[in-house]
């Protein structure tokens, strides 16, 4: 989804201390001169991470001499995404987000790097599960991850106290939240209690957010492979009908519905929500991007507390590229995203530079790479972690779940379904479930087992 | 026939060929610059457009023929009706309110004798604005809870309503964004035409004792009569591809409010990335649009004659 804008463009970022500690960095493998072209370079109104990002090249270029990079602005846009390949347009490494390999993998869109993963022993080193998300499933690899997230519920302290309520004490259950959200939104003053999204697929990211929590499913593969919708039971009918309650019993959701991501960063920037469910770096946007005060943001477990949506991004790989465009791309992505040696000095650099470490978020990395990463957020830290402790003590125990298949066609599907819940007072939570069901199956009949 | 006499008048008309086409190079060199721009801007879109929707491609390998599976699955789409009956409903209420207020703006503005340039310069001013912009514009006015509609609405204390959230205002709210943004250029034509009438008209009618209502129907509305046909025509060709309205106000996974261009955007960019199936409806709408075209021109050419 879009998120990890300001996180994801420093927060692996860094420098290597010496030449010698490049890890996988050392010479890819390819034959004379390449240049390539990248993406998701800072845009000039980020001064700050664009000086970096072209630092961070130059070190690049220097340790590789054969390699020259040609930088660009952007992530993968799904709207001009094809146009760009055809057009040999598109960058040879290129941003995706967790949704998109699966997509791009099915229709040939990415390059197959299977062959040179060999080349770079740092892969191992990265948690298998989150390179999976890149696989065919039948042992092919086509991308490397740059960071992920977890799910976790952000809320506003300041009105948790004007409530009555302990901002050091998040609600851990689904019925807590209903309450809480109540008494917050009996504050008055246009404040609504809790917030969330049915509008161009993320109300359906947000459902399937929500199932995970209770336990339950949006998609499950049966023991002969093929995958089925899961979310027409009581757990589906428990979301959609406390969301229904909420916003027309209780009257704790505020009238305005069909909203997207960045409305309720942007409430609560303004000081207008009490809680919504989201991950821990909507809090530097709230406060760098919507002008909310940072000692204000609390961050505590999902509500419920039985699973916890997984997503992020990574780079793929453009199938016009030539096998050293491919190899010289990886190490690119390798060394500045993904490098375990440079874990330490890129935390240094964010700290110095006042970027925000020590946000309670899962590194990519496993190991010793994934402690130190851990150490090194924790030494650099510059957030009120104390803020997010609850989340912290929590989260060990609530296992990760990540997307289902076909992820964004999905929510287009279940977006709706949230849509109405939210929006129409005579919403039938059942018949909702069904519809949608029948129209999620027909999607995943076509999943490639 | 002697061989003189075949070869003579041959001659002479591949002189007369030379000759004319000396004379015509320059036309001809503007005609192929013409031709050539249509076949690479129009002509060549549009005939790729008709072989993707028998293909599916993804813009890498080469195409595959699917035959008629882009349109099979089309029709299998629950939301291709919908998509249908929305951009129907759509254009019903564009006529209603969007066709009928330009002309009686365009009455309006030509019966003021003070104030004019400003009014007309009021009237035309959100065309000026991008669409979107508009567009954004009223999701501020449709807000529900600090909305502007809302607070004005509960200042007068009249029953506030939920505009573009509820499935039952959702349309006709779009309609209403849409008809304010296009007016300006609609009633600026009618206010042309009506300029253009003779003012004899108007004096026979006066002296014939005919009121204000009666000079409307008997003189202003049957001399507008062909502009009001080319305008309706226009209009539906126009609404039924209304995109902006619904995409940035209820998005294009919101059902309710889905038409069948926000269709074509999520099967090609949003949603499915198939291009074919976006290429299939895209050309089902073409065809529907020259039906539209077809009765235009006919229109057009019997006025013409």
Not at chain 2, 132 to 156: C, E, K, R
Not at chain 2, 208 to 227: K, N, S
């Amino acid at each position: 989804m879009k998120r990890r804008r300001l996180l994801a463009l420093t927060s692996i970022a860094g420098l290597a201390l010496t030449a010698g500690a490049c890890g996988d960095s050392a010479p890819a493998q390819t034959s004379g001169p390449v240049t390539i072209t990248v993406n998701n370079m800072p845009p000039e109104t980020e001064a700050l991470q664009r000086k970096n990002f072209l630092a961070d090249v130059a070190e690049f270029e220097k340790l590789h001499t054969d390699i020259t990079i040609d930088p660009k602005e952007g992530k993968m846009d799904p709207a001009t995404f094809s146009a760009r390949l055809a057009g040999g347009q598109l960058e040879n490494a290129f941003y995706v987000y967790f949704t998109d390999p699966a997509g791009l993998i099915a229709r040939k869109q990415a390059a197959d790097i299977t062959p040179y993963l060999k080349e770079f022993p740092s892969v191992s080193q990265i948690k298998p599960n989150l390179l999976d998300v890149f696989g065919d499933g039948k042992g092919r690899t086509f991308g490397l991850p740059e960071g992920n997230y977890t799910m976790g519920l952000v809320y506003n302290r300041a009105l948790f106290q004007k409530a009555g309520l302990d901002p050091d004490k998040p609600p851990a259950t689904w019925d807590e939240v209903r309450d809480y959200a109540k008494k917050i939104a009996a504050l008055g003053g246009g404040v609504n209690g809790y917030g969330d999204y049915s509008k161009n697929n993320t109300g359906g990211w947000h459902f399937t957010a929500e199932m995970y929590t209770r336990g339950g499913d949006v998609a499950a593969r049966g023991a002969d492979g093929k995958w089925t919708a899961a979310f027409n039971n009581d757990t589906g009918r428990a979301v959609l009908q406390q969301l229904h309650d909420m916003r027309f019993a209780d009257k704790s959701m505020g009238e305005r519905q069909l909203l997207e991501w960045a409305d309720l960063l942007q409430q609560m920037g303004a000081g207008k929500l009490g809680m919504y469910l989201a991950t821990a770096d909507n809090i530097p946007t709230i406060v760098a991007q919507y002008k909310g005060k940072a000692e204000d943001y609390g961050f505590g477990p999902v509500p419920g507390g039985q699973g916890t949506l997984g997503g992020g991004g990574g780079y793929m790989f453009s199938p016009k590229s030539t096998p050293a465009q491919v190899k010289a791309a990886m190490a690119w992505v390798l060394f500045r995203h993904a490098n375990p040696d440079r874990i330490e000095f890129g935390k240094q650099r964010d700290a110095a530079d006042k970027q925000p470490v020590g946000l309670p978020e899962p590194n990519i990395f496993t190991g010793a790479a994934g402690q130190a990463y851990d150490a090194a957020s924790k030494k650099y830290a510059n957030v009120p972690t104390q803020n997010f402790a609850p989340f912290v003590a929590a989260q060990a125990s609530i296992p990760l779940k990540l997307e289902p298949p076909d992820a964004q066609k999905i929510y287009a599907i279940l977006d709706p379904m949230m849509a109405a819940a939210l929006t129409k007072p005579d919403a039938d939570v059942t018949k909702l479930l069904a519809d949608a069901e029948k129209q999620v199956n027909a999607i995943l009949a076509t999943v490639q087992q | 026939m002697t061989a003189a006499t075949l070869v003579a008048p041959l001659r002479l008309r591949a002189g007369g060929f030379r000759r004319r086409l000396g004379d015509n190079l320059m036309a001809y060199g503007f005609l192929a610059a013409g031709l050539l721009c249509f076949a690479l801007f129009s002509w060549y879109p549009l005939v790729r457009s008709i072989t993707l929707s028998f293909q599916q491609d993804n813009l890498v390998t080469d195409p595959q023929w699917v035959g008629l599976d882009n349109y099979r699955a089309l029709f299998a789409d629950p939301l291709f009706l919908t998509a249908i009956r929305n951009t129907a409903e759509f254009t019903g209420l564009a006529l209603i309110f969007g066709y009928a207020v330009p002309i009686g703006l365009a009455i309006l503005l030509n019966e003021l004798r003070h104030f004019t340039t400003y009014f007309r310069l009021a009237v035309y001013l959100p065309v000026m604005l991008p669409p979107i912009v508009s567009a954004m514009l009223w999701q501020f006015f449709y807000d529900p809870g600090q909305g502007l509609f809302n607070t004005l609405l509960h200042g007068a204390h009249l029953p506030e309503s939920q505009w573009v959230q509820s499935p039952r205002t959702a349309m006709l709210s779009l309609v209403l964004v849409s008809t304010w943004a296009n007016l300006g250029g609609s009633t600026l034509m009618y206010l042309a035409a009506l300029q253009s009438l003779p003012p004899e008209l108007y004096e026979a009618a006066e002296l014939d004792g005919a009121g204000l209502w009666q000079r409307i129907r008997r003189v202003t509305l049957p001399q507008l009569r062909f502009i009001m046909l080319v305008m309706l025509l226009l209009q539906i060709t126009a609404t039924m591809q209304v995109f902006i309205e619904p995409f940035q106000l209820t998005g294009f996974t919101n059902p309710d409010t889905i038409t069948v261009m926000t269709l074509i955007y999520r099967y090609a960019f949003a949603v499915n990335q198939d291009f074919g199936l976006a290429a299939a409806l895209s050309v089902l709408l073409f065809v529907v649009l020259s039906a539209f075209a077809a009765i235009y021109l006919r229109i057009t050419r019997e006025r013409s004659a």
